[in-house]
């Protein structure tokens, strides 16, 4: 616990070290360290940050660095144990650094190591330098690297309730962001700040955060060290919560005491690119804002901000198609002023303009507000790093091919379509498959609008700070982006547990064009398969093998010993389903269904590739599933879906399965059975509801069926038959309904002979078949049908 602080100087020039107490990512206390540092005129400038970092202050200066940047640090045996410093042009620490540039002062980070910071989590404890109790970084006036332990203290919350405020950053913006660096005096907001911070750190010590107290030991041995090189002319920008601190007086073996026997890790450190998005509070940043696009509006323009910020609400609202206009804006500038008078704040702030623009622009909707939120109020701003930046070989060649391509990161999130017969877009689908197979998840694959051919790609992209870290873990594989890929598609394919594990592996290896690694996965593939006598398991690997076979004809790949494998695997499927499908539960019979509808979508494709080779594979499925729709001891509803398929593939007559229903439906069937047999044969979003529109005698057989069920039976296949039905379109069950409503021979369809349905004749009516056809004829750009008197048509207007 800070016993005192000294009376008199608070840190002003000829007075010992100028402590500037700031709120990470504030734009007030940027701009009142820009100007405390002009009239100080330091001769050296110290800033919390990690030591090691020091190296790469001079590429603040390189015309490539834009802001939001980060430090990270990683472990060098362990990449994956990391820590960020973000830096927004708008943070103190930022401001302090380009000064001393500009300046020509020598800067310095005083914060404890990045070498201790990353050990202390070795043991289980995840460590972040920016993961601050509440009242520190971004929360309240102060930074750091504490862990939350049991006591939390937020000094910002604190001094607002003492204020009379319920809203900590309300409080903060009143009495900081829009208010000047004082009346002639820079240093006032400072020595205002380090008083309040003073009290509350002589009443909550180190806000139950012990390891603040070693860090501040570290900031205080480099201030001696600097005042001992440079005098008094030694400024500190640091977090508020920690002025007191630096300024209590200790002794050097004290401090020195507390850094003893601290873990070491080796560690490396470079700049990154940071966004916006990353420096919310709602990304799980524990030093965030709420509100980092604002701010940075704030610190950027030179005045007006609110009528500026509304004009630039009122630019994204147009583009996004709603009326607003420069009347709109007026009103909104005059609705926020007033809001701010209302309630006693020196100047709108963020929640008076966004009462203005909801009230004003959105028509008090809040869905368009939600877009100017996203948008502005946070923002997808992604800074940029030099190349001469420090980086892994892996990153390095990451970058030449990201130009190469012109697939630029970016922080907002965007859909990139992709046409595999064009050279460009083809490397670009290779270099983001291979990214996936690294665990840089920076694109995301997506539906593809239009088309569902192999030709085909689209991917969701979004660039996060955190990819530089995978970058950096996945540098153990390699030294290229493909080199990498292959020996980690290796390594995955050894360590697979599963025959399925395996499959997927080899599909993604097609994807991502790695000719050297599938030798190794398609030996253990054909090894497991070999050893594999689980059908549900070969069940679940073919699907994935036969699409991979489709990667031949577009990506030119070899695919013939693929080929090979997946035949073997589609013959012991064969042999080995019917008896697996014996004796089955209820959700063992559910996944037994599932497997058989995507083996029968997989010898389809199979095939038409292994023919001849490999003889007839569709003609032996379609045995297999004969015997599994006759077979009684077979669950009702993999004998349903058997008989719908072979129904749907022209193996079976209509009558035929009308025949096989009318037997499951009889009274002799335990009703749960006879339900789980429709389930699977008009079940599962196959079509089946509308086989039922257009087949009315298997439309009347479960009608039958279903209105004799007794009624004790009925609760019990009640769940079964809604489950199935409700998966219909809402025109499927409509349609239904009145077929089935208006029963035979009433009025409103016609109906077939000796169908006992409605809504069906013997007959094709061509005089409403024919009304359609000058649509028709204008859309497939056939001319107009011309008509006569009596709307019979007579010829074709060219």
């Not at 940029?384 to 980086?391: L, T």
């Not at 007959?763 to 024919?770: F, Q």
Request: charged share 25%; proline share 7%.
């Amino acid at each position: 616990m800070v016993a005192g602080v000294e009376e008199g100087g608070r840190g002003r020039p000829g007075e010992g070290p100028l402590l500037l107490g700031v709120r990470h990512h504030g734009p007030g206390s940027a701009r009142a360290v820009r100007a405390a540092l002009g009239a100080a005129r330091p001769r050296v400038v110290l800033i919390e940050g990690p030591p090691e970092a020091d190296v790469l202050i001079p590429l603040a200066a390189d015309e490539d660095m834009r802001p939001p940047v980060a430090l990270l640090a990683h472990a060098v045996d362990e990449p994956g144990r990391s820590a960020f410093w973000p830096l927004a042009e708008f943070s103190p620490e930022w401001v302090a650094i380009r000064w001393a540039i500009e300046h020509d002062v020598p800067a310095h980070f005083i914060d404890l190591p990045a070498t201790h910071t990353l050990a202390w989590g070795r043991d289980g404890e995840e460590e972040s330098p920016q993961e601050d109790k509440p009242g520190e970084e971004g929360a309240a006036p102060d930074g750091g690297g504490a862990v939350p332990v049991d006591v939390r203290v937020d000094p910002l919350a604190v001094l607002a309730e003492t204020a009379g405020y319920d809203d900590p950053e309300r409080w903060w913006e009143d009495v900081v962001e829009h208010r000047g660096p004082g009346d002639g005096d820079p240093f006032a907001p400072f020595t205002a700040l380090e008083e309040a911070m003073g009290a509350l750190r002589e009443t909550y010590g180190s806000g139950g955060h012990d390891r603040d107290l070693v860090r501040e030991a570290y900031m205080r041995l480099q201030m001696r060290d600097a005042q001992r090189r440079f005098g008094d002319g030694v400024a500190v920008v640091c977090g508020a919560w920690h002025v007191p601190a630096l300024r209590h007086r200790t002794t050097v073996a004290a401090d020195k005491a507390l850094l003893k026997g601290l873990p070491k890790v080796k560690t490396d450190m470079t700049w990154v690119p940071w966004t916006y998005r990353r420096l919310s509070r709602r990304s799980g940043y524990g030093a965030g804002i709420d509100s980092p696009g604002w701010y940075g509006h704030l610190f950027r323009v030179p005045d007006r901000p609110v009528e500026r910020w509304l004009t630039k609400v009122a630019g994204l609202l147009r583009e996004e198609d709603r009326l607003v206009s420069s009347a709109h804006v007026i009103e909104a500038v005059r609705l926020a002023g007033t809001l701010a008078a209302m309630r006693g704040r020196p100047l709108a702030g963020l929640s008076e303009t966004t009462d203005a623009v909801r009230a004003v622009m959105c028509d008090g909707s809040d869905v368009p507000l939600a877009l100017v939120h996203d948008r502005l109020v946070v923002g997808d701003v992604l800074g940029e790093v030099p190349a001469a930046a420090p980086a892994v070989p892996l990153q390095r060649d990451l970058d030449r091919i990201q130009r190469r391509l012109r697939l630029k990161p970016e922080a907002a999130e965007r859909e990139l379509e992709l046409d595999l017969r064009k050279d460009t877009d083809a490397e670009r689908s290779r270099l983001l498959h291979r990214l996936g197979l690294l665990g840089v998840a920076w694109g995301e694959p997506a539906a593809s609008r239009g088309s569902t051919g192999t030709f085909r790609e689209t991917w969701k992209l979004r660039w996060e700070p955190e990819l530089a870290v995978r970058v950096a873990e996945a540098g153990v594989w390699g030294t290229t982006v493909l080199g990498a890929a292959t020996a980690k598609a290796e390594s995955d394919a050894v360590a697979a547990q599963g025959l399925a594990d395996v499959t997927a592996l080899a599909e993604r290896c097609l994807l991502a064009d790695l000719p050297d690694a599938l030798p190794t996965v398609m030996r253990i593939l054909a090894d497991r398969a070999a050893l594999d006598a689980d059908v549900g398991h070969l069940a679940q690997a073919l699907p994935a093998l036969v699409r991979s076979l489709r990667y031949g004809d577009v990506r030119g790949t070899d695919t013939a010993a693929l080929t090979e494998v997946a035949a073997g695997l589609a013959e012991r499927i064969f042999v080995g389903l019917p008896p697996a499908c014996v004796a089955l539960d209820t959700d063992a019979a559910d996944e037994m269904r599932r497997h058989v509808d995507a083996v029968h979508g997989s010898v389809g494709l199979l095939d038409d590739v292994a023919a001849p080779a490999h003889g007839d594979l569709r003609a032996r499925w379609h045995a297999v599933l004969g015997v599994l729709s006759r077979r009684d001891t077979v669950p009702g509803v993999i004998r349903g879906r058997a008989v719908r398929l072979l129904l749907d593939g022209g193996e079976l007559a209509h009558e035929e399965a009308a025949r096989l229903m009318g037997l499951v439906l009889s009274p002799g069937t335990p009703p749960a059975d006879a339900a789980a047999w429709i389930e699977g044969f008009v079940g599962g979003g196959s079509g089946g509801g509308m086989l039922l529109v257009h087949d009315e005698r298997l439309l009347g057989l479960v009608d039958a069926w279903l209105t004799g069920v007794p009624a004790e039976a009925f609760t019990d296949v009640l769940p079964l038959l809604r489950r199935t039905f409700s998966a219909y379109e809402a025109g499927v069950r409509r349609t239904l309904g009145e077929l089935v409503r208006r029963g035979p021979g009433q009025p409103g369809g016609a109906t077939a002979a000796g169908s006992g349905l409605p809504g069906f004749a013997a007959d094709l009516d061509s005089e409403r078949a024919d009304a359609v056809l000058p649509v028709v004829r204008l859309l497939l750009g056939l001319g107009a049908v011309e008509q006569d008197a009596d709307n019979d048509l007579v010829g074709v207007a060219r």
